[in-house]
C-alpha cells in the first residue's frame, strides 16, 4: 500500500499558484519525500525531493512540515503543459525493495485556460 | 543520450502467447525496474535490479520473468499471457549510489493488450 494520501483531482487557472497537498503521517525519520508528474501517455517524470528543509528548483517548490507528517507541492504559475497526474511518493534510504517506490493512485491536476 | 526505450509501444497478444518487452538505458545506471499501470491507478513494481546479474521480485512479480545480463538492458518476459496482464509497462533506471535521492528516469511505455 502507497504510504501517502493524496487528493484526487484538484483544478487550477492558468498562471496562478498550485499547491498540491500530500499526507504521510507515518513517514520514518530517514524517508525522503519525492514528487513525480505523469503528463498524458507518457511515463513519469521527476519533479522534486526533499528531507526535512523546503526546496526549489526550476519547476517547482516543496514545503515540508515541521514534523513532516505531510508536504506541499507548489507550482508557482501553473501553465496547461502542468496538466498531470502527480506523486507524493515516500524512499527509504535503507536500500531498493519491493516497498521502494510505491506509487498511490496520484493527484489529477487540470489547468484551466 | 536517448535516456530509457522501451519497444515495442503497442502489443496485442493472444491468451497464452508468450512474449518479451524491451527496456534499455545508456546511462550506465545500475537500477533498473518494471512497473505496471493500470487504468486509474498508480504504478505497480514488477521487478527490479540493482546490477547485472542481480534481480529481485517487487509488488506484483506473478507471471513475468526478468534477467539482466548487461547494464544497459532489462527485459520482462510474459510467460503464458493472461487478460489480467493488459496494462501499460514502464520500465525506469536510476543511479544506485544515493538511493533515495536519486531521480528515477522512466521509458515512455508499452501498451500491452492481451485478448
Known amino acids: 500500500d502507497a504510504k501517502t494520501t493524496q487528493p484526487n483531482s484538484m483544478e487550477s487557472n492558468e498562471e496562478e499558484p498550485v499547491h498540491l497537498p500530500c499526507n504521510h503521517s507515518t513517514i520514518s525519520g530517514t524517508d525522503y519525500i519525492h514528487w513525480y508528474r505523469q503528463l498524458p501517455s507518457q511515463g513519469p517524470e521527476y519533479v522534486i525531493h526533499?528531507?526535512?528543509s523546503n526546496v526549489n528548483n526550476r519547476m517547482a517548490s516543496l514545503a515540508i512540515a515541521e514534523d513532516r507528517k505531510s508536504s506541499t507541492l507548489i507550482l508557482h504559475r501553473a501553465t496547461l503543459r502542468d496538466a498531470a497526474v502527480y506523486y507524493c511518493?515516500?524512499?527509504?534510504?535503507?536500500?531498493?525493495?519491493?516497498?521502494?517506490?510505491?506509487f498511490g493512485a496520484g493527484t489529477r491536476l487540470t489547468v484551466k485556460p | 543520450n536517448a535516456g530509457v526505450t522501451q519497444t515495442p509501444k503497442f502489443q496485442v497478444l493472444k491468451t497464452g502467447q508468450s512474449m518479451t518487452l524491451q527496456c534499455a538505458q545508456d546511462m550506465n545506471h545500475e537500477y533498473m525496474s518494471w512497473y505496471r499501470q493500470d487504468p486509474g491507478m498508480g504504478l505497480r513494481l514488477i521487478h527490479y535490479s540493482v546490477g547485472a546479474g542481480i534481480t529481485d521480485q517487487g509488488e506484483v512479480p506473478n507471471g513475468y520473468n526478468v534477467s539482466r545480463s548487461t547494464t544497459e538492458d532489462f527485459p520482462l518476459r510474459l510467460l503464458s499471457a493472461a487478460p489480467s496482464q493488459t496494462s501499460v509497462y514502464f520500465c525506469a533506471s536510476s543511479r544506485v549510489a544515493g538511493v533515495a535521492i536519486n531521480e528515477q528516469f522512466f521509458g515512455p511505455g508499452t501498451r500491452l493488450t492481451v485478448l
Open positions: 511518493i515516500l524512499r527509504d534510504p535503507l536500500m531498493y525493495n519491493n516497498n521502494d517506490m510505491r
Open positions: 526533499g528531507l526535512t
